[in-house]
């Protein structure tokens, strides 16, 4: 038997033994998909191409392929080295392609948990549509079509002037906690269905009952589009959010299929029991909600809002760390969050604040920074006019000086000179809160940059926010440079 040493004898029998024996063993290149596990490539004796199998993975399980792929494509179908054959199909139509790697890591616990409650929602849903049906009048000979069309009519008609309400109340807010807001359309949707199965029972009410719920269930499709786009925009992360939306689509679509062919099945079993009906659509509501909250919980958002950054300055300023967007994203309240912060306010207009010259000038006086600070000791509110050239890191320094000034009537351990200032702050030593604002300015001086740079550091973006800042900007005469003696 020959084995790849080299035998006396020409160049030409070196080479003929090298191409038997070595080159069987040699890669001569190699490929991947994605993140998958790469494959190489030999060649065989003939001179052709041998490839070696993929391994495939999906969801933490893995394995080899079956066969030895050959050939000039290597055989492989679907989409090699991300799951086994008879599931990559099925990634590829509900899959945002690329999955994982084009997508946010909580994208698959956060998909799972909304498939879940959407399910729930579904089924729901159907039992709210018969008895808004029952209530109109199908099937009872009795019933008018003109009664039932008016009905119908200004259900809809309450709704869509719900609808444009809602969207220019609140819809330049929903991108600032959109976790809440999505957490609290799904709930009031729970609520609108519920209506719509308690309104057959009173037939007076009838028609004022499903015109409150279409009005909230039309909020809920406000809220909840607008909420679903803005994840969507944390989810995609390479510039692939028509594709990310577009698979969350079908996603949906495929529920709701599952959850029409149940509803099927189970409408027979509860129209001849009203209680019965009722059980079902509780214990899915809980489901439901259930989901809802594990879904939210799943996200864990990168860019600060003022839940998050109260959170991880009051850690910072009491440990001197900073915390990961994972830690602080499981500690953000999911049940507030729905209305303005009474405790501060960015982007105030400067006519507000000021109503003569003094005012403006103590309210200048020891600012460097292109923001404008109020501090109403009184009311625990804190105003911030933003100047023309203020940019995010801007904005998140003047949110960081307001959480500050708010922590000083707090309790907590806090950093040696904020201490100190607190202690003044509770005693009442100085009445004029200028005078606090002024040398808080000084400690941030020292203070933010060691905070802005542990966000970075941690894997906080802070080129972007999710503040919540209103459109008003001002231009000053600055306050004369800090001299130093």
């Given at each position: ?17 090298m ?12 490929e ?124 809809d ?86 594709d ?12 709701n ?52 950054l ?37 982007g ?73 200032l ?20 000084q ?27 209103d ?6 005469l ?8």
């Amino acid at each position: 038997m020959r084995t790849g040493r080299v035998r006396s004898g020409g160049p030409g029998e070196e080479r003929s033994e090298m191409a038997g024996g070595a080159n069987l063993e040699a890669q001569l290149c190699s490929e991947q998909f994605g993140s998958g596990a790469a494959r190489g490539c030999l060649a065989a004796a003939d001179g052709s191409l041998q490839w070696e199998a993929w391994e495939w993975r999906w969801w933490g399980l893995s394995g080899p392929c079956p066969g030895r792929a050959r050939g000039r494509d290597g055989g492989g179908g679907g989409t090699p080295g991300t799951a086994s054959p008879r599931l990559s199909r099925l990634l590829v139509v509900f899959l945002p392609q690329g999955f994982p790697d084009s997508v946010s890591p909580d994208y698959l616990p956060y998909q799972l948990w909304d498939s879940v409650q959407a399910f729930a929602s579904s089924l729901s849903g159907s039992l709210a549509t018969h008895a808004v049906l029952l209530g109109i009048g199908v099937g009872n000979a009795e019933a008018s079509v003109s009664a039932a069309t008016a009905t119908w009519l200004v259900k809809d008609s309450t709704g869509m002037l719900g609808r444009i309400i809602f969207a220019w109340w609140k819809g330049s807010k929903l991108d600032c906690n959109a976790k809440q807001w999505r957490l609290f359309a799904d709930i009031l949707n729970d609520v609108a269905m519920f209506l719509e199965i308690m309104a057959p029972i009173y037939p007076i009410f009838f028609t004022m009952t499903v015109c409150i719920s279409n009005l909230a269930k039309c909020i809920v499709s406000v809220a909840g589009g607008a909420t679903r786009a803005a994840l969507t925009m944390h989810q995609a992360r390479r510039n692939n959010m028509a594709d990310v939306s577009a698979k969350d689509s079908s996603q949906e679509t495929l529920v709701n299929l599952a959850g029409l062919l149940v509803s099927l099945l189970m409408l027979p079993l509860v129209s001849a029991c009203p209680s019965f009906s009722l059980s079902c659509f509780f214990f899915l509501t809980a489901l439901h909600i259930y989901a809802n909250y594990r879904a939210v919980r799943a996200l864990v958002l990168e860019t600060l809002n003022e839940d998050r950054l109260r959170l991880v300055l009051k850690h910072f300023l009491q440990r001197g760390e900073v915390l990961d967007p994972t830690s602080a994203n499981q500690m953000e309240p999911l049940w507030t969050g729905f209305w303005p912060s009474l405790s501060l306010s960015l982007g105030v207009p400067l006519h507000r604040l000021i109503s003569s010259v003094f005012e403006l000038q103590q309210l200048v006086e020891g600012h460097q920074e292109p923001y404008l600070l109020h501090w109403d000791k009184s009311k625990s509110q804190v105003q911030v006019v933003l100047s023309q050239k203020a940019g995010p890191e801007t904005i998140l320094r003047a949110a960081t000086h307001g959480l500050v000034l708010e922590a000083l009537q707090g309790d907590g351990p806090l950093p040696r000179e904020l201490e100190e200032l607190r202690n003044r702050v509770l005693a009442g030593a100085d009445k004029e809160s200028w005078v606090i604002i002024k040398e808080t300015h000084q400690v941030l001086d020292k203070l933010f940059p060691k905070f802005l740079k542990g966000l970075q550091d941690a894997g906080w973006k802070t080129e972007k926010h999710q503040l919540e800042v209103d459109e008003w900007r001002a231009t000053w005469l600055p306050s004369p440079e800090k001299k130093i003696l």
